[in-house]
């Protein structure tokens, strides 16, 4: 994840890049605010929450849904939000979130960088 937002730093005019950053502390408003200017939103995992933080069925779940029907993208890092199968009510997941190609720019760092699949 540190080296997407790097990235995301670094200038480049072809991209737009540096892209800015904006955190309102809400995720539905957070959510609202990209779907009317685009960008992505990104709660992964850390190490006080290994699992993430969001609820699947009843927090990224229904994200997941708006945002797909807008022609974005949801994921978890590595696979669609929407194909995940939950194995318990309150299970906790890592979101990525937002315009599909930046989604998707993420997911292949998460690809090329990360350890382990989540």
């Keep these: 994840v540190k080296k997407y937002i790097k990235y995301c730093q670094v200038e480049d005019a072809a991209t ?13 408003a957070d959510l609202h605010r990209n779907l009317i200017k685009g960008g992505i939103y990104i709660y992964p995992t850390t190490t006080s929450s290994p699992n993430g933080k969001l609820r699947l069925l009843y927090e990224a779940n229904p994200f997941a849904f708006i945002i797909e029907q807008a022609g974005g993208l949801a994921t978890d890092g590595f696979r669609r939000i929407l194909e995940v199968q939950p194995t318990s009510l309150h299970q906790r997941t890592p979101l990525f979130i937002g315009s599909k190609n930046m989604v998707e720019k993420a997911m292949s760092f998460m690809e090329e960088f990360s350890p382990q699949e989540a």
């Design 16 to 28: 737009n890049r540096p892209y800015t950053s904006r955190y309102i502390g809400s995720a539905v």
